[in-house]
């Protein structure tokens, strides 16, 4: 069975594919004598006489543990706390990224920048708020997804590859740009006033609880 796409295996195991069905075309020219005319020309020529199938093949070698199959990042965090409010700004976030070697450069920047606005979401404005069991807040009105005009400004700096289970030592970029935001955050925000939050969503309601002793609730957005 097909256990899917998800899990950050989409470059790992397509690229690999895509890599063999390039060698089986190269090894076609070849073939056929046209491996020297353009590719245009060459596609022509072996297509003379009709269609031609080719099939692909690639698949992820597992090594649990390995840090070849790992990722590896952090996060450095830049807000500005108001005392009085606890109104919190994001002033600047910057992440420093081993994900191999990028094949795609703009699939992977908009992976990351998806990945951390994600985080991002969940670190300061995302709750799901229950009472008795049941969900309260239900609809996007109530629940404050993060769009781009909440991004703020965001770097990210990329470790030499040193090899990946992907095809040209590629890694995932699908997980672990999201996972490292809230704490960052919550990190920056002691440093800035000397308050440890460890609920979701950081807003400025429990930023001013915590700053005046109130107990935390949940919050609706």
């Given amino acids: 069975s097909d256990p899917g796409?998800?899990?950050?295996?989409?470059?790992n195991i397509l690229s690999h594919a895509a890599l063999d069905g390039a060698h089986k075309i190269r090894a076609l020219f070849t073939e056929a004598g046209v491996d020297h005319l353009p590719w245009n020309d060459a596609?022509?020529?072996?297509?003379?006489d009709g269609p031609v199938t080719l099939t692909a093949a690639g698949?992820?070698?597992?090594?649990?543990?390995h840090a070849m199959h790992l990722n590896f990042g952090a996060y450095g965090a830049d807000v500005t706390i108001d005392a009085e409010t606890g109104t919190i700004k994001v002033n600047e976030i910057v992440f420093i990224a081993d994900v191999g070697q990028i094949i795609n450069p703009i699939a992977h920047q908009g992976q990351i920048d998806g990945g951390f606005l994600m985080g991002l979401g969940s670190a300061l404005t995302e709750e799901i708020v229950l009472e008795e069991g049941r969900i309260v807040n239900p609809a996007l009105s109530d629940y404050k997804l993060p769009t781009q005009r909440d991004m703020p400004p965001f770097r990210c700096i990329t470790l030499p590859p040193t090899g990946g289970p992907g095809a040209y030592g590629a890694k995932a970029a699908g997980e672990f740009n999201t996972a490292g935001v809230a704490p960052a955050i919550a990190n920056a925000i002691e440093a800035a006033c000397g308050i440890r939050?460890?609920?979701?969503?950081?807003?400025?309601?429990?930023?001013?609880?915590?700053?005046?002793?109130?107990p935390q609730t949940a919050h609706l957005s």
């Fill in 197 to 214: 939050l460890t609920a979701l969503g950081i807003t400025s309601e429990r930023i001013y609880n915590a700053l005046h002793h109130l």
């Fill in 5 to 11: 796409i998800g899990g950050s295996k989409g470059t």
């Fill in 43 to 48: 596609v022509r020529a072996v297509t003379k």
């Fill in 59 to 65: 698949s992820q070698v597992h090594a649990p543990g």
